[in-house]
C-alpha cells in the first residue's frame, strides 16, 4: 500500500471540504437566526391581530339584543386560515370565533399573554375589566414549514456552489503549484549522469530554497565526480609509469646477467610486478567503478566499442570470441569508459574461467540485452551468490585478482542496471554465463 500523498490533492479536498463545511454552518447559522426573527414576527403578528380584533369583537357582542350567544364570523370565500380566534368570557363561554377556529385547542379558560400547545403557539387578550377574552393561535407546522422553506432557500445554492468552488479551488492551487511541478518533473526525468543545474523561474517563494539546495548538492557531487575521475586517471599514469620501468629494467637485468639463480629470480619478480600491475589497473577500475560515474549526460553507441574491446581481446585469444551484435546503433546513457571497463572485466573473466577450446560467446541486442557466455564446470549456487564480492575465485589456480565481477556490480548498481549470473548458461548443461538489461535511450 502506497503511503505517498500528494500536495495538489490534499490541498485540493481539505479546502474543498473545508469550505463546504463553512458553507453548511452558515446556512445552519443563519437558519437559526431566521427562525428566531420569525418566531418574533410571528408573535408580533399574533399580538397585532388580536388587538386589532379584540374592540370589534367587543361592540358586535355589547350591541347584541338579549343573551349574548355563540356567533361564527362567516368566511367570504374559501381559504387555508392560519390564524384562528375565539371570544370567550372569563368563565369560558364562547361568544364568537372565525369560521374555521377549533375550540379544543384552546385551553377550558381564556388566558392572556402567550403559551404553546403541543400543536399550536396562542396570543391571549383581555377587554373591558378582563370580562371578555381573545385568543388567536398559529398552527406550529406552519412555522417549522416558513422555517424549512427559508433555510431550503439558503442551502440550494450550495448544489451549485460546491462543485463550482471545487473545481475553482483544484484549479488555482493547480496553477498555484505549476511551477512546483514543473521543478519536480526537472528532477524526476533527468538520469543519474545529470548534474546540470536545475532551473526553475519565479518559483514559490516556499520552494526557492530547496532548487537552490538542491543545485548546490549537485554541484558538489559534480566537482566530487570531476575530482574522483582526475584522481582515477592521474593515479592509473603514475602508477603504470614505475611499475613499466621496473620492468624494462628487470628484464634487461635477465638479459644481461649469466647467473642462472638471478635469472630465475627476476623472472619471479616480474611476474610478481605484472600480478601488481594487473590488480593495481582492476583497483583502478573498482574505483572508477565506485565514483558514481557510470551514467553519462550524452547518449553513445555501444556497438563500436563493444567490437573494439572484443578485437582488442581476439588478439590475445584469437578464435576465442565469437560476438555477434546488431547492425543498427544500440544507445544508451551507460558511459562509455564505464561499458568498456564492465564489458573488459566480462571477457577477462570468461576467458580466464572457461574451457581453453570453447569459444566465448558475446551477443548485445537491438533492445540492450548484453550476454557474455563460456563453456566450463558449473559454478555451485552457493558459490555463484559470492561472485559479486570482491576477491572471489572460483577457482584459486587461475591467475586473477577475484574482483573482476565486483567491478562489474559497482556499475551496474551505478547505472541502475540489472546483473543475473547463471551456471549453467542458459541452453546449456554446463558453463557460465553474465546477462546485463541495459537501458537503451531511443
Known sequence: MSTKTSLHKTLGTWLTLGVTLLWLLGVIASGV?????MNEVFDSALEETAQRILPLAVTDILNREGDPGLERVLALKEHNEYLTYLVRNKSGKLLLQSHDADPQ?????PREGFSDTLTHRIYGESAISET???EVAEPLDHRREAVLDTSLALLLP????IPISLVGVWWVIKRSLRRVVRLQQSIEVRGGGDLS???VERLPEEFEPIMISVNRLLERLRRAIEAERSFTANSAHELRTPLATSLAKLQRLKTETQ???????????EESLRTLARLSEKLLELAKAEGGSALSEQVDNLVPILRMVASDYDHQAPGRLLLNVPDDAVRSLLDRDAFAI???????????HGTDDQPVNISLTDDGILRVVNRGEVVLPEKLALFRNRFVRSNTKTQGSGIGLAIVEAITNGAGIT????SPAAGQSDGFEAELNIVVVE
Open 419 to 422: 546483473l543475473n549470473l547463471r
Open 197 to 199: 543545474p536545475v532551473a
Open 105 to 109: 385547542i384552546f385551553g377550558a379558560f
Open 132 to 134: 371578555l377574552y381573545i
Open 158 to 161: 450550495l448544489i451549485f456552489l
Open 33 to 37: 437566526v431566521a427562525r428566531h426573527e
Open 342 to 352: 564492465l564489458v573488459r572485466n566480462l571477457i577477462e573473466n570468461a576467458l580466464r
Open 259 to 269: 647467473d642462472a639463480g638471478v635469472k630465475a629470480q627476476a623472472s619471479e619478480i
